[in-house]
């Protein structure tokens, strides 16, 4: 989630019907990141809000293969050959029909994103 383009956020909120943060989509539509100052007593809340937030849109299976597919291509622009991922199924299990179905949904799309772009 935290790869996500911010393109791809607004798309995905749009298709899937998500109201996202104020901060999120005005920052989103000046084409700047949300502000977060670690000073503020409330920095790691707002930053886990509209982490939570981006990972709301990512409901289909479609959706994890778009986000797998972009971060490898943003990476292989930027002259990398190897994506490392972090991801907890079970923050999409629920909207992915459980948590193997997630793993495989995931698994499943790195193993394309792999073969399409041949990042490790």
């Known amino acids: 989630t ?7 956020l607004l798309e995905l909120a749009d298709k899937h019907g998500v109201r996202l943060p104020e901060a999120l989509t ?3 539509g000046r084409g700047e990141s949300p ?5 503020d ?9 509209l982490y939570d937030a981006a ?10 293969q778009r986000l797998v597919r972009e971060a490898a291509e943003e990476d292989l622009r ?3 050959g190897w994506l490392e991922i ?5 923050s999409y299990a629920p909207r992915l029909g459980g ?3 997630a793993l495989e949904i995931i698994l499943d799309a790195v193993e394309t994103t792999v073969r399409d772009t041949g990042i490790g």
């Not at 502000?35 to 000073?39: C, G, P």
């Not at 409330?42 to 886990?48: I, K």
């Open 86 to 90: 972090q991801v907890d199924p079970t």
């Open 41 to 49: 007593e409330r920095g790691w809340f707002r930053f886990q809000r």
């Open 55 to 64: 990972r709301s849109c990512l409901q289909t299976p479609e959706d994890i």
């Open 26 to 28: 005005e920052a989103l």
């Open 35 to 39: 502000k977060l100052r670690a000073t």
């Open 99 to 101: 948590l193997i179905p």
């Open 78 to 80: 930027d002259g990398s």
């Open 2 to 8: 935290g790869s996500m383009r911010p393109t791809t």
